[in-house]
């Protein structure tokens, strides 16, 4: 129980990189993997600033700022220089891990002997319980902030900026600068579920970034295919069930784990995963 | 109000597949003109009118609207001047967006689109009056997704989106091509009606003469990337449909 409780607590941490996804890949149909690079910087802030006695409060616009400039650079890459997003985002990814090893200092930071923000709440017994209302409290904040942004004059120009070009530019707004937004808050939320995730664990390490992309991906992908069988048109509850499928995402491989895969082979069971959300629909819609 | 001088547009040039869409092009379009442009496919009428949203630049020469020189300024800058009804219906809206969506950006048309929720009932309420004007019965969809609908309710309202905001120019790009005749006669009327009321610049290209004979107040025929021909509102109702069809033989 302990052992799925915590891996649901991951996948809240995680959820936050999810709806960045969600915002790249389904509102600007951009696909940007910044991703790996961006969620490690997130961590490897936050572990650098916890353990000079910074106060969260302070961590957290940071950890954002960080986040925001990668999907910044990214963004004009892309837009600037007209470089296929996949490749801007490989090129800043790339670069990035150079960056976090420099603001690391070594290739990994332990946070054990340092507040974090799982410590915020002593409510219940159990430190697992306090942990996961503070995903859940983190995460409600963020999701909120995320529905209202998306439902203002703005956020209806952000979703019409991937739905039809043409069209934004004919009312008055310049897709560049929406695209940049996006990349920026996209990768704010990346980073932000490298902020939780570095507590969560009690280390950030270098390498803890790789491939977590598809993490992400797969989690998009479960709460996608999920809002479409549902017909789901409202935007707060979409976003619930980008959260909802990365927490199924971590539920799967915890229950590979408890079926005895070594943990060694966990991204390759992640790949796998994913392989399996691409492809088993293809499969069954050729056979139709 | 637009002013084109010496336009010349050339695509892929020094390439094998070189094409001057525009050559030399100066017109004069005055305040309150309807302009019907009709034209062979590929003699320039949608280059044309690129030019003048600022979707495309010219390879040559200058454009001014209302005296301000616009020749470089990208097409999201130009459109507080103008509203636009694309060729393909799907091309002037957002299909997963509701109506209500679309016409709240198309309220937004000449300033910011702000960190606030702009749709509240009384906005919902003028929506929902604008469009159960167009007597489509769409009235009350309005949370609909855009792209349910028809190519013939998209294109009207489209059109009755380029009202929801102050609009001077009115650009048409073939806006009944996709539809059905009776679409195309709503779509049509619905244009008509809006550039009388408001009083708007217009620039109607067409393939259906009749539509061309039947509408505006000045008529131009390109050919190969020029102005063949230019009717004042005078010599284009004395035209006759049988000598229009001639044009093209
Ligand atoms: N983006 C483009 N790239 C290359 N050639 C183009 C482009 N747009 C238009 N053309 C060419 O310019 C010519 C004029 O096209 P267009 O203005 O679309 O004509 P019309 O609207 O009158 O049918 C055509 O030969 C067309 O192939
Ligand atoms: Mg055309």
């Given at each position: 129980?302990?052992?799925?409780?915590?891996?649901?607590?991951?996948?809240?941490?995680?959820?936050?990189?999810?709806?960045?996804?969600?915002?790249?890949?389904?509102?600007?149909?951009?696909?940007?993997?910044?991703?790996?690079?961006?969620?490690?910087?997130?961590?490897?802030?936050?572990?650098?600033?916890?353990?000079?006695?910074?106060?969260?409060?302070?961590?957290?616009?940071?950890?954002?700022?960080?986040?925001?400039?990668?999907?910044?650079?990214?963004?004009?890459v892309?837009?600037?220089?007209?470089?296929?997003?996949?490749?801007?985002?490989?090129?800043?990814?790339?670069?990035?891990?150079?960056?976090?090893?420099?603001?690391?200092?070594?290739?990994?930071?332990?946070?054990?002997?340092?507040?974090?923000?799982?410590?915020?709440?002593?409510?219940?017994?159990?430190?697992l319980?306090?942990?996961?209302?503070?995903?859940?409290?983190?995460?409600?904040?963020?999701?909120?902030?995320?529905?209202?942004?998306?439902?203002?004059?703005?956020?209806?120009?952000?979703?019409a900026?991937?739905?039809?070009?043409?069209?934004?530019?004919?009312?008055?707004?310049?897709?560049?600068?929406?695209?940049?937004?996006?990349?920026?808050?996209?990768?704010?939320?990346?980073?932000?579920?490298?902020?939780l995730?570095?507590?969560?664990?009690?280390?950030?390490?270098?390498?803890?970034?790789?491939?977590?992309?598809?993490?992400?991906?797969?989690?998009?992908?479960?709460?996608?295919?999920?809002?479409?069988?549902l017909?789901?048109?409202?935007?707060?509850?979409?976003?619930?069930?980008?959260?909802?499928?990365?927490?199924?995402?971590?539920?799967?491989?915890?229950?590979?784990?408890?079926?005895?895969?070594?943990?060694?082979?966990?991204?390759?069971?992640?790949?796998?995963?994913?392989?399996?959300?691409v492809?088993?629909?293809?499969?069954?819609?050729?056979?139709? | 109000?637009?002013?084109?001088?010496?336009?010349?547009?050339?695509?892929?040039?020094?390439?094998?597949?070189?094409?001057?869409?525009l050559q030399?092009?100066?017109?004069?379009?005055?305040e309150?003109?309807?302009?019907?442009?009709?034209?062979?496919?590929?003699?320039g009428?949608?280059?044309?009118?690129?030019?003048?949203?600022?979707?495309?630049?010219?390879?040559?020469?200058?454009?001014?609207?209302?005296?301000?020189?616009?020749?470089?300024?990208?097409?999201?800058?130009?459109?507080?001047?103008?509203a636009?009804?694309?060729?393909?219906?799907?091309?002037?809206?957002?299909?997963?967006?509701?109506?209500?969506?679309?016409?709240?950006?198309?309220?937004?048309?000449?300033?910011?689109?702000?960190?606030?929720?702009?749709?509240?009932?009384?906005?919902?309420?003028?929506?929902?009056?604008?469009?159960?004007?167009?007597?489509?019965?769409?009235?009350?969809?309005?949370?609909?997704?855009?792209?349910?609908?028809?190519?013939?309710?998209?294109?009207?309202?489209?059109?009755?989106?380029?009202?929801?905001?102050?609009?001077?120019?009115?650009?048409?790009?073939?806006?009944?091509?996709?539809?059905?005749?009776?679409?195309?006669?709503?779509?049509?009327?619905?244009?008509?009606?809006?550039?009388?009321?408001?009083?708007?610049?217009?620039?109607?290209?067409?393939?259906?003469?009749?539509?061309?004979?039947?509408?505006?107040?000045?008529?131009?025929?390109?050919?190969?990337g020029?102005?063949?021909?230019?009717?004042?509102?005078?010599?284009?109702?004395?035209?006759?449909?049988?000598?229009?069809y001639?044009?093209?033989?």
């Amino acid at each position: 129980m302990e052992f799925y409780l915590s891996a649901l607590v991951l996948g809240l941490c995680l959820s936050s990189m999810a709806l960045g996804i969600f915002i790249t890949m389904k509102i600007f149909r951009i696909p940007d993997i910044t991703t790996d690079g961006s969620y490690t910087l997130g961590a490897a802030v936050t572990a650098v600033l916890l353990t000079r006695q910074w106060p969260l409060a302070a961590i957290i616009p940071v950890t954002m700022i960080a986040g925001a400039l990668a999907g910044i650079l990214t963004g004009l890459v892309h837009t600037r220089l007209k470089i296929d997003a996949l490749l801007a985002g490989i090129l800043v990814m790339t670069g990035l891990y150079s960056v976090n090893l420099n603001v690391l200092g070594r290739s990994n930071i332990p946070l054990l002997e340092v507040q974090t923000i799982f410590n915020a709440l002593s409510i219940f017994e159990k430190p697992l319980h306090n942990e996961l209302w503070v995903g859940l409290l983190f995460l409600g904040l963020i999701s909120g902030l995320l529905a209202y942004m998306l439902r203002t004059d703005f956020g209806i120009a952000m979703r019409a900026t991937g739905n039809s070009e043409s069209m934004t530019r004919a009312l008055g707004i310049n897709p560049d600068a929406m695209k940049i937004t996006g990349l920026a808050i996209a990768n704010v939320l990346t980073a932000l579920s490298g902020f939780l995730v570095a507590q969560y664990q009690n280390f950030t390490d270098i390498n803890m970034g790789i491939g977590i992309v598809l993490v992400g991906l797969g989690s998009v992908l479960i709460g996608d295919a999920l809002i479409n069988w549902l017909g789901i048109k409202i935007i707060w509850v979409q976003l619930l069930f980008i959260m909802g499928g990365s927490i199924l995402f971590q539920m799967m491989l915890a229950v590979a784990l408890s079926l005895g895969v070594n943990p060694s082979l966990l991204k390759l069971i992640t790949a796998v995963f994913v392989l399996a959300i691409v492809g088993i629909p293809r499969l069954m819609a050729r056979r139709e | 109000m637009i002013e084109l001088s010496h336009i010349t547009k050339v695509f892929n040039r020094g390439q094998a597949n070189e094409v001057a869409a525009l050559q030399d092009v100066n017109l004069q379009i005055g305040e309150g003109e309807f302009v019907v442009l009709v034209g062979a496919n590929g003699s320039g009428k949608t280059t044309l009118l690129n030019i003048i949203a600022g979707a495309e630049f010219p390879s040559e020469g200058a454009i001014q609207i209302h005296g301000e020189e616009v020749t470089r300024v990208p097409e999201h800058k130009r459109s507080r001047w103008m509203a636009r009804v694309f060729q393909n219906p799907l091309g002037g809206t957002a299909p997963e967006l509701s109506i209500l969506s679309n016409f709240r950006l198309a309220a937004l048309r000449t300033s910011r689109k702000k960190l606030v929720i702009g749709i509240n009932e009384a906005f919902k309420a003028s929506v929902r009056e604008k469009i159960a004007g167009l007597d489509m019965g769409l009235e009350n969809k309005l949370s609909q997704p855009m792209g349910s609908l028809s190519g013939g309710q998209r294109q009207a309202l489209t059109l009755l989106m380029s009202t929801m905001d102050h609009t001077d120019i009115l650009l048409l790009d073939e806006p009944t091509a996709a539809l059905d005749p009776r679409s195309a006669e709503i779509v049509m009327q619905a244009a008509q009606k809006i550039i009388q009321d408001y009083g708007l610049t217009t620039l109607f290209i067409t393939h259906n003469l009749r539509d061309a004979h039947r509408y505006g107040n000045r008529l131009i025929h390109m050919v190969e990337g020029r102005v063949a021909r230019d009717l004042n509102a005078e010599a284009k109702s004395k035209l006759k449909l049988q000598e229009m069809y001639e044009w093209f033989e």
